[in-house]
């Protein structure tokens, strides 16, 4: 089936460095999101965007994350500048309506050292 | 607020045996569930999702029934096979938020064993 891609899988990063991760969505699908997955714990929703716009954010989001989606291009998440907290697991879903099935990525593994 | 309930972290199982892996949630508005399954090293899939008109969603042999009374969506097989290991993870949506922002459980290891 239609696949969501990740790039890259894993990501080593020093601390106050910039990085951004990647998502290749669902080809006609229209929404999409970040979850966040701590080690050990359960995926938590970071953002959601459709239509070149957030539309809704948890406190997870913090003001150094941000959310793109240039010309129908990669949806990307950056974080700048990262912090030791922010390493984690960061999948990516996209999906065609609000409440229709996610499509997820295999997750970009992000270690901030 | 949202959130979702998966009291067992690992289930083990032999083979054969039928599988129960337990979900109940909180909902302010009414409620979308769904069950992903994950493979080591995979993405997230979805396994199955809750009808609005109580139809039991099967897929692969899983079945789950929304109870709107207790607030579960239960994850059952009657007979596990070894490839049905994995992490699985009962997630909650729901119309009123209007956003499609899911929330997950922590997530059941099961392992089958021959």
């Known amino acids: 089936g239609p696949k969501v891609l990740q790039i890259p899988s894993h990501q080593i990063i020093d601390m106050g460095q910039m990085v951004t991760l990647n998502c290749d969505p669902v080809?006609?699908?229209?929404?999409f999101y970040w979850y966040k997955q701590i080690l050990g714990q359960q995926m938590e929703f970071l953002v959601n965007f459709y239509n070149g716009k957030v539309m809704e954010k948890s406190k997870l989001f913090k003001d150094q994350f941000s959310v793109e989606r240039p010309d129908g291009s990669y949806f990307t998440l950056k974080i700048q500048p990262t912090a030791l907290e922010d390493s984690a697991v960061y999948f990516c879903?996209?999906?065609?309506?609000?409440?229709?099935?996610?499509?997820f990525g295999s997750g970009t593994r992000l270690l901030v050292i | 607020g949202d959130s979702v309930t998966q009291t067992e972290g690992l289930v083990t199982l032999t083979e054969g045996l039928p599988v129960m892996l337990n979900c109940t949630y909180q909902?302010?508005?009414?409620?979308?569930l769904f069950w992903y399954v994950q493979h080591l090293n995979e993405a997230p899939k979805l396994l199955l999702k809750?009808?609005?008109?109580?139809k039991r969603p099967e897929h692969q042999g899983f079945h789950a029934t929304l109870h709107k009374s207790s607030s579960s969506f239960h994850l059952q097989k009657s007979s596990a096979q070894l490839s049905d290991s994995a992490l699985y993870y009962c997630a909650l949506g729901n119309t009123g938020a209007n956003t499609g922002k899911l929330t997950f459980g922590h997530g059941t290891i099961l392992r089958v064993h021959p």
């Open positions: 080809s006609n699908h229209l929404y």
């Open positions: 909902s302010t508005y009414s409620p979308f």
């Open positions: 879903a996209s999906s065609l309506e609000q409440n229709s099935d996610y499509t």
């Open positions: 809750s009808f609005t008109d109580n």
